[in-house]
C-alpha cells in the first residue's frame, strides 16, 4: 500500500457522538448537579469546537459561583465574542431540549470522553505508520516510539482547571495522611537516591530494603509492616552477584517470620549491560516491566548505567528523569530508589562528596538524598564498619513530617546493614 492509499484509509470521519455532547451541554445548563456526574471532562475532549466553547463557558461560570443557565452562559460568551461561534443563543436554548434525563449526564459524558480517546489513538497509530511509510529511522525504534505514544494516550486522564482558591481556605483543608510503603520513611510517589564510593554497600542495602519491604518487614527495625510488592533493576551486576544475597535475604527473612510470598512479591531484572533511557525501546522494555510486576517500591541503578548520553548534560538527565516518572505512573505512584555514584575524592579534601555524579539537575529531583559515609579516626568506628547516613538533599516534607531516618549504619551479620547509633567520643561503644 502507498502513502496515498494509507490516508485515504483514514478519511472517514473522526469518532464522535454530536447527540452525547448536546446532551452533556444541555444537562449542564439545565441543574447544577450535573458537573458532579461529569466528572472531569474536559473542553479539549469535545469534537465540535462550538461545543468546546460552551462546555468552557460553563465550567468557568461554575469555578466562580455563579449560576448557569442559557441565559448567563450566553452573556458570557457574549462578553468573551464566542457568541456568534457558537450558534447564538437560540443554540443555548436548542441544547436543553435536547436532554433526555439530567440523570444520565454521567454517561453521556463517558461516551464524549470515549469518542475522543478513540480519536487520540488513531491520530498516534497515524503518525506511526507515516513516520514507518516514509522510513523515518530504525523500524523497532519506530515502532516503539509509537507504542509509547499509544500508552501515553491510554493513560491521559481529563484534567480540569479550578478556580484558585484563597490562604484561608487552602489553610483550612485536611493535610492528606501519606500513603505509605515503608512507614515514616517512605510514601508513594517519593524519590529516594541514594549515593556513595564504589563498593560502599549501596546496592546491599537497596535490596535490603527490597527484600524486606516483600517480606512485610520494616527495612532495619524488627517490626512487621505491610508487604509490598518490589521490582528491582540492576544495570551494573551480573546474576552471580544479584542471587547470591537474594538468596541469603530471602532465607533470613523467613526465619525472622516474614510474610509468605516474598519470592512471588518481588520481581528481579538484572541487565548487566545498562540501559539507554533515551532510546523508545529500552523505556518500554522497563514500562512492561513495571506494568507486570506492579510494585510499589521500584529500586534501579545505578544511575550512570541509564545513559549512554554524557552524565554532566542536563539534556541527559532530563531525558532519564523523564523515563523513570513515566516507571511513577505506570505503577500509580510506586516509591522510587535510584542508586547512584559519588564523584571521586578531591585532592587534597578530607570527605568525598557524596553528591550524585552527573548534572547537577539530580540534585534537586529527588524527595530524599542521602549518601554513605565511612567513618573514619575512630578504630572501633572503622572495625565495625560504621558509616553516616549523610543527607545531601533536604526533605521536602513540611515541618513536623520529618521521615524516621537513621543517623548511622553499620555492618550486619545477617543482613548487610543495620541501623545504629554511635557516640562518637574517645573510647565510644556502637549502639544498633
Known sequence: MDD?????????????????????????????????????????????PAHALIFAACRELADHNEPVDPITVAAHLHKQGHLARVGGASYLHTLVQCVPTVANAGHYAAIVEECALRRDGIEASVRTLEALHRGQGAAAETVEAGVEELRLVRDRRPCVERAPVSLREFLGQAEDEPQWILPGLLARWDRLVVTGPEGSGKSLLVRQMLMRAASGLHP???EHIEPQRGLLVDVENGCGQVRPWLRQMHRVAQAEGGAAGADE??????????????RAADRSRLLRLVESARPDLIAIGPLYKLSSGKPNEEETASEVMSALHALRVASDGAALVLEAHAPHQQ??????????????LWMRWPEFGFGLSPVTGN??????????????????????????????FLRGTAW?????????????????
Open 379 to 408: 578504630k572501633a568506628a572503622e572495625a565495625a564498619g560504621l558509616v553516616d547516613w549523610k543527607p545531601w538533599r533536604g526533605g521536602r516534607c513540611g515541618p513536623g513530617t520529618d521521615r524516621q531516618w537513621p543517623p548511622h
Open 347 to 360: 585532592p587534597g579534601s578530607r570527605l568525598r562528596d557524596l553528591r550524585p555524579l552527573g548534572s547537577t
Open 4 to 48: 496515498s492509499s494509507a490516508a485515504r484509509s483514514f478519511e472517514a470521519v473522526p469518532p464522535n457522538d454530536l447527540e452525547a455532547e448536546q446532551a452533556v451541554l444541555g444537562a449542564l445548563l439545565l441543574s447544577a448537579a450535573a458537573f458532579t456526574l461529569v466528572g472531569d471532562l474536559h473542553s479539549q475532549r469535545f469534537y465540535r
Open 416 to 432: 548487610p546493614w543495620q541501623a545504629a547509633t554511635a557516640a562518637r567520643g574517645a573510647g565510644a561503644g556502637l549502639r544498633p
Open 265 to 278: 512479591r518481588l520481581t528481579v531484572e538484572v541487565i548487566e549491560h545498562g540501559l539507554d533511557l533515551r
Open 220 to 222: 532495619w527495625r524488627h
